[in-house]
């Protein structure tokens, strides 16, 4: 019998041994003194947290880290922050019809091109230098400002420059002739397509107006030869799929419309011998068509324009209702959102007493006078745009000769004209924003 089998039979009666004896005199002392103590948090148990069983009973080894797929998710969010700082600081832009936020009023002194805040009345020079700027528009979308540089007075290039003066950039590589803006509409000599890619131009080529189509990466405009003079050229909203002009061949005149990348023409209207017509331009949802016309046989009678609207397709022509006392009217302009339109009603043959007045669209009346005479227009011709949240209208009243003139502003509301606290040598043309 070996010594472990004597110890294993004897461990029995030493535990029952141990167990019986008497406790060590310093036991009473502790739990006396923890007696006292605050029992500890259940918190501060890390079995609380973490089932401990679970754990032991996980394997015991360190898993590979798919590094491959970590620095792929990390690129990822990288690009993503990215992207959402370049989105949250680039503006928003608004729709290129209907309603729209007033930003900045561009005008040209000087030769210069300048911002106008339209509430406080400071300029802010965008294009300065020797050279001769002129006539700035702005972009359906605001986004940007093209404006003729003049290398003599009847041939310039076109430039293309943010409101802020950066991006300065050539648009058309060859020099040009602008038509004349002298009646109608056609002092908008170019405007923007809806979709910001190109430029509709009133050009002037070996002498005859016509029009032609610039895209805005600067490759050169193209001719749009329609085989007859073509004046006041406007792209229908909101896509720009046609282009209205006014036409006149053999002593008649009419309004048609072409294709922008050419075709057929289509006769929207023609009036009758003896008559002219001008200021053709779309609804903002390219359903109708304003215009005026007048009679071009002598008379002592004076003026005798009177404006009409008709439907896209030629159908539905009708005059707009004049004010008792006035003799004639013209400068039809449409309001942002299509419902208004203003006109200036003339109460004697001439520009003597000339009166503003909103109406609406569908000739149901003949509106509100908003202007007083002297401030709508004092010489022909005026031009008048509708401000982007439709609550004011700028004009300039007489023709512009090269030297700035003082634009007037109309509150609708108050029926309010006063002059601006600025002076331009070009036409009205006010950025549109996000509201």
Partial sequence: ??????????????????????????????????AQMRQRPAWTFPERWFPMVGIAREPAFAPRLP???????????????????????RPRLPEPFGRAGNG???????????????????????????????????SLDGAWVVFERQIRADRGHLYLVRPDGTDLKLLTPEPLSLAPGDSGRAWEKYEFSPDGES?????????VPTMAIAPVDGSGPRRLDVGMPAYEPSLRPPDGAKILFVGRAVGRAGLFTVDPAGGA??????????????????????????????????????????????????????????????????????SNDGK??????????????VRGFVLQA?????????????????????????????SKLLGRTSPLRGEPVRQVVIDIATREAR?????????????????
């Fill in 1 to 34: 019998m070996t010594t472990e089998r004597l110890r294993s039979r004897d461990l029995p009666h030493i535990l029952e041994d141990l167990a019986t004896g008497p406790y060590p005199d310093y036991v009473e002392d502790v739990l006396a003194t923890t």
């Fill in 199 to 207: 430029l509709l131009i009133a050009a002037l080529i070996d002498g």
């Fill in 104 to 138: 900045l009023v561009a005008i040209e002194t000087a030769g210069d091109i300048y911002t106008v805040d339209p509430v406080t009345g400071v300029a802010t020079a965008i294009v300065a230098g020797p050279e001769t700027d002129t006539g700035p528009r702005f």
């Fill in 362 to 390: 569908d000739g149901s009346s003949f509106g509100t006078e908003v202007a007083p005479a002297g401030s709508a227009e004092t010489e022909c011709c005026a031009a008048w745009m509708w401000s982007p949240d439709d």
């Fill in 67 to 89: 590094w491959r797929s970590i620095s792929m998710a990390i690129v990822l969010l990288a690009l993503l922050i990215a992207a959402a700082v370049v989105v949250g600081t």
């Fill in 340 to 353: 208004y339109l203003f006109l200036a009603h003339g109460f004697t043959p001439g520009t003597d007493d």
């Fill in 419 to 435: 002059p601006a606290p600025w002076t331009s040598a070009s036409d009205p043309t006010w950025q549109r924003v996000a509201p």
């Fill in 265 to 334: 023409l289509r006769e929207i209207l023609t009036v009758p011998n003896g008559f002219d017509l001008a200021g053709a331009s779309w609804s903002p949802d390219g359903s109708r068509i304003a215009y005026w016309s007048w009679s071009t046989a002598p008379t002592t009678e004076g003026f005798t324009a009177r404006s009409h609207v008709v439907n896209a397709d030629g159908t539905g022509d009708r005059q707009l209702p004049s004010p008792p006392g006035a003799l004639w009217n013209a400068h039809a302009t449409w």
